[in-house]
């Protein structure tokens, strides 16, 4: 038992056991948050972290999820919302400015991809002028 030199077997066991220990443990704190992650708090912090860590958003994201979950029509064109997993044209967007951080609006997935297309297309337009 090169593994354990030096040690005595109680010691071994101590470690042995300590293992399993951690071992159980880690797989109750698993199902724990895998719970929490279902409550509604849990889905509200999971979804602000996610914006922070992805978007970089900026104000007062608590503000920004209850209007993300209590609007039911799109901002800009009307139709109604849905929470859709996959990206289909009625599930619920948040769009915000990628430059700035900002919060925007609500919207349908398909009016936020349009609007981003725009304003990049909006953006090349702005550099094309500025370099000639």
């Given at each position: 038992?090169?593994?354990?030199?030096?040690?005595?077997?109680?010691?071994?066991n101590?470690?042995h056991?300590?293992?399993e220990?951690?071992?159980?443990?880690?797989?109750?704190?698993?199902?724990?948050?895998k719970?929490?992650?279902?409550?509604?708090?849990?889905?509200?912090?999971?979804?602000?972290?996610?914006?922070?860590?992805?978007?970089?958003?900026?104000?007062?994201?608590?503000?920004?999820?209850?209007?993300?979950?209590?609007?039911?029509?799109?901002?800009?064109?009307?139709?109604i919302?849905?929470?859709?997993k996959?990206?289909?044209?009625?599930?619920?967007?948040?769009?915000?400015?990628?430059?700035?951080?900002?919060?925007r609006?609500?919207?349908?997935?398909?009016?936020?991809?349009?609007?981003g297309?725009?304003?990049?297309?909006f953006?090349?337009?702005?550099?094309?002028?500025k370099?000639?």
């Open positions: 038992m090169k593994r354990y030199k030096g040690l005595t077997t109680k010691s071994i101590m470690v056991n300590h293992k220990y951690m071992r159980e443990y880690n797989k109750r704190k698993r199902e724990e948050y719970a929490y992650w279902q409550t509604p708090k849990g889905k509200r912090s999971k979804r602000i972290s996610e914006w922070k860590r992805s978007y970089k958003l900026k104000g007062d994201l608590g503000m920004i999820y209850d209007k993300f979950i209590n609007t039911e029509k799109c901002e800009i064109c009307d139709r919302l849905t929470n859709d996959l990206a289909t044209s009625t599930r619920r967007s948040m769009d915000h400015n990628h430059t700035t951080g900002y919060f609006w609500i919207c349908c997935h398909r009016c936020n991809t349009q609007m297309h725009s304003e990049r297309r953006m090349k337009v702005i550099h094309q002028i370099d000639s």
